[in-house]
T-cell receptor, first 112, second 113 residues
Framework: NAGVTQTPKFQVLKTGQSMTLQCAQD?????MYWYRQDPGMGLRLIYYSASEGTTDKGEVPNGYNVSRLNKREFSLRLESAAPSQTSVYFCAGRPGGSYEQYFGPGTRLTVT | AQSVTQLDSHVSVSEGTPVLLRCNYS??????LFWYVQHPNKGLQLLLK??????LVKGINGFEAEFKKSETSFHLTKPSAHMSDAAEYFC???????????FGTGTRLTVIP
């Protein structure tokens, strides 16, 4: 099992460009999550998907959209990147009946 | 509302000495609590979890944590630090519906040889 995988590992964008961060899990998790990590602030939830076909906003959803393509894949899209979106993005999955989440390796995004 | 406060942003210990990383939580119900570790430029790894079973929880790599309701604390300890323990540690509380994890701001552990 690869667990939770994310692509790309690194990305540099110019202000106004768009891109999609990909996340896939092979652990049969129903729920999937996108977080951002900024220095000194821990992780903050952007969006989550409690099950295939559903998505909900988290704490900091502005400027992002998500798609739960199927049970395995949950993508995060930046339509018009801004420097404030420079961050490290983590995807996570959660097994049914549990509270803990399992994280991918992260995507380091820089917006100039 | 749920939240956690990590009382130290940075802890430095000598190799072979005990580790104590402090965490206080706030929750309007019986919480689920976690400690995660993040090594430099890596993802987050679950160290241990408390979900209303035994109050002393054992995790990986010799770490353990004790849930103390009266003190609203969930401190992380290890009897003897190893160089490989140097990392960032996050105390985390789950919301009631398990749809969000609330992270503390992290404690950076330095281990001095």
């Amino acid at each position: 099992n690869a667990g939770v995988t994310q692509t790309p590992k690194f990305q540099v964008l110019k202000t106004g460009q768009s891109m999609t961060l990909q996340c896939a899990q092979d652990m049969n998790h129903n729920s999937m999550y996108w977080y951002r990590q900024d220095p000194g602030m821990g992780l903050r939830l952007i969006y989550y998907s409690a099950s295939e076909g559903t998505t909900d906003k988290g704490e900091v959803p502005n400027g992002y959209n998500v798609s739960r393509l199927n049970k395995r894949e949950f993508s995060l899209r930046l339509e018009s990147a801004a420097p404030s979106q420079t961050s490290v993005y983590f995807c996570a999955g959660r097994p049914g009946g549990s509270y803990e989440q399992y994280f991918g390796p992260g995507t380091r995004l820089t917006v100039t | 509302a749920q939240s956690v406060t990590q009382l130290d942003s940075h802890v430095s210990v000598s190799e072979g000495t005990p580790v104590l990383l402090r965490c206080n939580y706030s929750s309007s119900y019986s919480p689920s609590l976690f400690w995660y570790v993040q090594h430099p430029n890596k993802g987050l790894q679950l160290l241990l979890k408390y979900t209303s079973a035994a109050t002393l929880v054992k995790g990986i790599n010799g770490f353990e944590a004790e849930f103390k309701k009266s003190e609203t604390s969930f401190h992380l300890t290890k009897p003897s630090a190893h160089m490989s323990d140097a990392a960032e540690y996050f105390c985390v509380v789950s919301d009631f519906w398990a749809n969000n994890l609330f992270f503390g701001t992290g404690t950076r552990l330095t281990v001095i040889p």
